[in-house]
């Protein structure tokens, strides 16, 4: 009998990829996910198979030296059925001539792009055909993955989604805004794994090559270490000193596909400039890429390069103005949580995993901190986990203020402070809300278990205590922190009275009681501020003073007013102010403030969509902004992008915008590609920019066509064409 000669191949790809849920990448290539088998067809093209005559073997191979020792390569047989444990193959006849040869990669298999080589045996005649390369995903799917999320709406969220919001603002005034993860688009699985190559030598250890890649908690570390740690090679480059001068602001980015496009054009090379926002969304995109559930959090009233991990230390002067000191206190900040089972915690169960990218300024150089699993960082067990005491300094450290009196001295200001670690928030599944999953970090302030779980933690921060009762820690804390402004006897607070969009004057009320039963005369300084997102004091625009003089028991309530001419031109992109009253020291020496980060909302830029978006038919959207000042401005400019509805961004130039006038552009485009995506624009103008606005759309299927006999439609889900037509009416 002769030989056995096999024929074409047919890998299945889209039948695999729908069964995987690897379809959004396009059914082109074979991306499938551990723990699951995945088939394709064999033809023969002299005869039928023989089991006693013909064998067939596989080996799969991945990384620069593949070696069996390591897991990067394996050899195997096919078999009657699938081995679950291990790299196993089975088949069973499809048609005349033909196999359906069923591959099963094992949940312990390393992700990443794998070649796969088959070797046949048949009548003493050897010879080996490379059926070309496929790549294996982390599964969140399957039950025997580390990274399994039991919950399809928790999945579809967490993995599918291509779409985020991300939150910022002050804590007492949350903003969003919305952000294109884009894990599917094309190319971007391929730059994700170039980001692992790059970071391979963070295990400096040459002998496991790409053996970590089976484990998500040292693929979540290199990740980690590559957004913004590595020296040379990470994606993106935090400014000094908030200088943006030789790249784009952060706030110029909606989404991460062009920053990792940008990073992989350009030879690997950091791109500028990012923040913690976009970080954190940049490693959201990669984790979920991979296959990693993962979410970006942010976290309000967030300490930086603090001296002492559970104290920040803010500097002001005597008319109230924020110093920059050694410590820094962010009014939000970003990082990024994963969700996987710990088996170097022995968990059998996944959960969340904080990862921040941003580095960590410590005394000991900077680092970026997790993977640490939450729920160590609520209960204060900090031995457990990597960074574990710099994530829990981050959400419970204390702020306390302090008049300076040059290079000379300091006296501690009386200061009702917020504690760290504000409405922790990340975006709602399903929907574009905020959820506030602060009880996941930390439990209710002032309970039973929020004071074991900080003792706890204090005593692992601090070695000295680690013997110490808890009044000696009640003790050392008291003498750290702040006086409380009731220990001088009045209580302060500074109430919004309006909620001021740009174009419009400040408005708030200062209210004060006399706690005592003798009257107080009070004199004070009033300032304002402009402020940074990562608390960075720039110009001072507004001062007053003012005598206050309050009877026993008095409540008064005072206005405050700061128009728009004097703040207007003084803003940073982030739109952060602080307003802070400071009083002359009283007789016994107490100096009393109170302050209020205040954030001024940006111009909304208005989008309707009209009638329901179909791929390949022509769509219109209505795109609206208003001008709020008294004044015409110019080199107005609007772009607009949404991935499946645009295929490049788009820029349309406006020109002037008269004072209180508004400008409404008719934009027509073809959707390329079905599902949910987002319309995003983006307003500038010569006095502001960042002005934001977009809306969600559903792309439904065209109307099916007749297809002439014969033919078949070789559109795949990233392929089309597109077109837009603008008018503009002002």
Not at 80 to 97: G, M
Not at 193 to 199: E, H, I, P, Q, Y
Not at 408 to 435: A, F, N, V
Not at 605 to 615: N, Q, S, T, Y
Request: with cysteine; aromatic share 10%.
């Amino acid at each position: 009998m002769e030989a056995i000669e096999t024929g074409d191949v047919d890998l299945n790809c889209p039948h695999n990829c729908n069964n995987h849920n690897t379809h959004l990448f396009g059914t082109d290539k074979q991306i499938v996910r551990r723990g699951q088998a995945f088939n394709f067809y064999v033809n023969l093209q002299n005869r039928e198979w023989d089991d006693s005559r013909d064998t067939i073997s596989f080996t799969v191979e991945t990384g620069l030296r593949p070696c069996e020792s390591n897991g990067t390569k394996c050899n195997f047989s096919l078999g009657k059925c699938i081995d679950h444990s291990c790299w196993s193959a089975c088949y069973k006849p499809h048609q005349k001539r033909c196999m359906n040869i069923t591959l099963f990669p094992p949940t312990n298999a390393c992700i990443g792009r794998h070649i796969l080589n088959m070797h046949v045996t048949s009548c003493n005649r050897t010879y080996d055909r490379c059926l070309g390369d496929f790549y294996i995903l982390f599964n969140p799917w399957c039950a025997d993955d580390p990274v399994y999320m039991y919950n399809e709406a928790h999945r579809k969220e967490y993995v599918l989604n291509e779409q985020g919001m991300l939150y910022q603002g002050v804590h007492k005034h949350i903003t969003s805004r919305p952000w294109h993860f884009g894990q599917f688009e094309d190319g971007i699985l391929d730059i994700c794994l170039k980001l692992l190559d790059m970071g391979a030598n963070y295990h400096h250890d040459s002998d496991r090559e790409s053996s970590w890649r089976n484990d998500p908690v040292h693929v979540s570390m290199v990740v980690n270490h590559m957004i913004c740690g590595h020296s040379s090679n990470s994606i993106m480059k935090l400014p000094q000193n908030n200088d943006y001068l030789q790249g784009a602001k952060p706030l110029s980015w909606n989404g991460s596909v062009p920053i990792l496009q940008q990073w992989y054009k350009g030879r690997c090379r950091p791109v500028r400039y990012g923040d913690s926002a976009s970080l954190a969304s940049v490693m959201c995109t990669v984790m979920r890429c991979l296959g990693i559930p993962s979410r970006v959090v942010t976290n309000f009233y967030s300490p930086q390069r603090a001296e002492n991990p559970l104290v920040v230390n803010e500097l002001f002067d005597r008319t109230g103005k924020t110093l920059r000191g050694k410590d820094s206190l962010w009014s939000y900040h970003c990082w990024n949580e994963s969700w996987m089972a710990r088996r170097d915690l022995n968990q059998c169960c996944g959960d969340w995993q904080s990862l921040d990218p941003t580095p960590l300024e410590t005394g000991r150089g900077s680092i970026c901190c997790g993977p640490t699993w939450v729920r160590s960082i609520k209960d204060g067990d900090l031995d457990l986990d990597y960074d574990g005491h710099h994530m829990f300094s981050r959400l419970n450290a204390s702020c306390v203020g302090w008049l300076s009196h040059g290079s000379i001295s300091k006296t501690k200001l009386h200061y009702d402070t917020w504690p760290c670690g504000q409405y922790i928030s990340t975006k709602c599944i399903g929907s574009d809300l905020r959820e506030d999953i602060t009880s996941a970090y930390k439990y209710q302030l002032g309970s039973l278990k929020d004071k074991e779980a900080f003792y706890r933690a204090y005593r692992k921060i601090h070695s000295g205590y680690c013997s110490a009762p808890n009044s000696d820690i009640d003790r050392e804390l008291a003498s750290l922190r702040s006086p409380f402004l009731s220990d001088a006897g009045i209580a302060m607070r500074l109430k919004m009275a309006n909620c001021p969009v740009y174009g419009q004057d400040v408005c708030l009320q200062w209210v004060l009681e006399n706690l005592r039963k003798e009257p107080k005369n009070l004199n004070f300084n009033l300032c304002a501020q402009v402020m940074t997102c990562n608390g960075c004091p720039l110009d001072q625009f507004w001062k007053d003073n003012m005598n206050v003089i309050l009877g026993p028991r008095e409540v008064k309530t005072i206005p405050l007013h700061i128009p728009f001419d004097q703040y207007g031109s003084h803003l940073s992109d982030y739109n952060i102010m602080r307003v802070v009253a400071v009083s002359e020291p009283e007789c016994g020496g107490e100096v009393l403030m109170v302050n209020r980060d205040i954030v001024i909302n940006k111009p909304p830029v208005d989008i309707k969509l009209l009638g329901k978006p179909r791929v390949h038919a022509m769509c219109t959207a209505e795109i609206s902004f208003c001008n709020p000042l008294q004044e015409n401005l110019r080199n107005c400019v609007l772009n607009l992008e949404g991935c499946g509805l645009f295929k490049e961004p788009t820029t349309i130039d406006l020109g002037t915008l008269a004072a209180n006038h508004q400008a409404r552009t008719i934009v027509e485009f073809t959707p390329y590609r079905e599902g949910c995506h987002r319309l995003l624009a983006n307003f500038r103008c010569h006095k502001f920019g960042y002005c934001k606005g977009y809306a969600n759309a559903v792309v439904e299927s065209s109307a099916p066509q007749a297809t002439p006999m014969g033919k078949c439609p070789v559109l795949g889900p990233h392929h089309g064409f597109h077109e837009y037509r603008v008018k503009n009416y002002c």
